[in-house]
Nanobody, 126 residues
Framework: QVQLVESGGGLTQTGGSLRLSCTGS????????TGWFRRAPGQEREFVAG????????NYADSVKGRFSVSKASAGTTVYLQMNNLKPDDPAVYYC???????????????????WGQGTQVTVSS
């Protein structure tokens, strides 16, 4: 059974930084892409960033390009989302998810992802 756990959320000020982590279990010997999504109150869950299983390809939403960076640990299953220059539009619950199809093009829609974490809250104060 695949399980994902996010951590690293919290409160920061506008312009601040946070690093989220997503650690999976049950993923040994599996090839998968990892995506980060977020959902703000009253809004749909939206794609933020994704990374291919090899770590060699990434994809970002336009709203976070240049501010957020997704990466994989050199060993293990942990995927990170480094968030810099956080803005008032960034607060949300952030989720990681895995796409076991692992396509060349990193998926940006929720329906392409098979397993999800429980989410971690990010709050940005002005």
């Amino acid at each position: 059974q695949v399980q994902l756990v996010e951590s690293g959320g919290g409160l920061t000020q506008t312009g601040g930084s946070l690093r989220l982590s997503c650690t999976g279990s049950g993923l040994t010997y599996k090839v998968y892409n990892t995506g980060w999504f977020r959902r703000a109150p009253g809004q749909e869950r939206e794609f933020v960033a994704g990374i291919a299983w090899s770590g060699g390809r990434t994809n970002y939403a336009d709203s976070v390009k240049g501010r957020f960076s997704v990466s994989k640990a050199s060993a293990g299953t942990t995927v990170y989302l480094q968030m810099n220059n956080l803005k008032p539009d960034d607060p949300a619950v952030y989720y990681c998810a895995v796409d076991l199809a692992a396509p060349m093009s990193i998926a940006t829609t929720t329906t392409e992802y098979n397993y999800w974490g429980q989410g971690t809250q990010v709050t940005v104060s002005s």
